[in-house]
């Protein structure tokens, strides 16, 4: 996970506001993003965390979509771009979605060993995400060189 180009949604929110989140996947489902957005390289759903103010406690911006070969036809009201993610630490959410990502997310806010470069941190939604109670996420942490 370091390089790549990714189409979607998005919006500035901060871990304080889960509301904005929440609206932006409901969003991400309600409007069938996923039918919208062209040149997929996969049917894995990213999140994307970036641009950050400062710490995790600070402003962010989440963009929800697809990595995508070329950003040469991003749709009116969706952001393209480029997301390098460095060297990272990779996690992996286990059972039922969205309580295991929050654990997870949870367990690295609360890791102080953990030397976060607030480059870009991705979540990825496999086919694994969709097995209820038994299901899986990968998260990508950018951490300092």
Do not use: C
């Amino acid at each position: 996970m370091d390089n790549f180009k990714i189409i979607g949604i998005s919006t500035e929110t901060t871990n304080e506001s889960m509301t904005n989140i929440e609206t932006l996947w409901g969003k991400f489902w309600g409007e069938n993003i996923a039918d919208k957005i062209p040149n997929k390289e996969s049917d894995e759903i990213y999140a994307v965390y970036t641009d950050y103010e400062s710490d995790y406690t600070g402003k962010y911006t989440l963009i929800i979509g697809f990595p995508v070969t070329t950003l040469n036809s991003i749709p009116d009201g969706f952001v393209g771009r480029k997301i390098s993610v460095g060297k990272n630490e990779k996690y992996i959410s286990k059972g039922k979605m969205p309580e295991a990502i929050l654990k997870t997310w949870t367990e690295i806010w609360q890791n102080t060993q953990l030397k976060r470069a607030y480059r870009a941190d991705v979540t990825v939604h496999g086919k694994k995400y969709y097995e209820e109670n038994n299901a899986e996420v990968e998260t990508y942490i950018s951490i300092s060189e």
